[in-house]
């Protein structure tokens, strides 16, 4: 019986690296891509089949799947779409070129990787595509408006996938982290620093008080309720294994708390909810 295999993005820390291991592990066959070559490097010293992918360039995701589709004789049972990052700021400080880059790394690159892979999947017949969204895929948050729009788009074209493939053994599946400890405030810090001109700002003294600061200590604590990346491989692993995956997972505790406040409660209140977190 031949291992089971699997392309996971995003493996150079958090979620990815613990998927990564984890499900080798388990006697899975895993590619583990990352955007920088040193960090591929560092994960074939550790026993991984790894190699560059960066969903910003195309050419890098067509080599990926080449380099795939080569080593295991044009099969793969799964996929697990994950790497992502945030550009935080208020939704007015957003540059249309802020926009365009970020879509491209959330969103326009899963799609592109995603259907490069689905005619494999169609001729075998079978197929796992996970998506690893958010919280922020299906409740609003202040100053993160950017990674908003990228998950919320993310999980329309997800809905929609699920439902155009219905009729084949090709399940789509939705993770949705809350909290999770990781690089992702850190690498968030950077991408602040780059695209948002916060001192000529309209609500700059907003910046200085609260946002900042906040990204300043990112990393330093912990926030309310985050969970180690393994709480989302152990979702993970049942959305690949379970003969019956669900279409969403939810990870966390303040991701099950903003589906009732999304389902149960008017959007006025919801808002002011929101708005604190």
Known sequence: MRDRTILITGCSTGMGYDAAHSLKARGWRVFATCRAEADCERLRGEGLESFRLDYEDEDSIKAAVDEVLGRTGGTLDALFNNGAYAIPGAVEDLSRAAMRTIFEANFLGWHDLTTRLIPTMRTQGFGRIVQCSSVL?????????????????????????????????????????????????????????????????????????????????????????????????????????????????????????????????????SDMILSKG
């Open 137 to 269: 895929g299906f409740v609003p948050a202040r100053w993160r408006g950017a990674y908003v729009a990228t998950k919320y788009a993310l999980e329309g074209l997800s809905d929609t996938l699920r439902m155009e493939l219905q009729d084949t053994d090709i399940k789509v599946v939705l993770i949705e982290p809350g909290p999770i400890t990781s690089d992702f405030r850190k690498n968030a810090r950077l991408e602040f620093q780059k695209w948002i001109d916060w001192e000529n700002s309209a609500i700059s003294a907003v910046y200085r008080d609260q946002l900042i600061p906040r990204l300043q200590a990112a990393g330093a604590t912990k926030d309310r309720f985050e969970l180690p990346a393994s709480a989302v491989t152990q979702k993970l692993i049942h959305a690949l294994e379970s003969p019956r995956p669900s279409a969403r997972y939810f990870v966390t505790t303040p991701t099950y708390m903003a589906n009732f406040i999304r389902r149960l409660l008017p959007t006025r209140l």
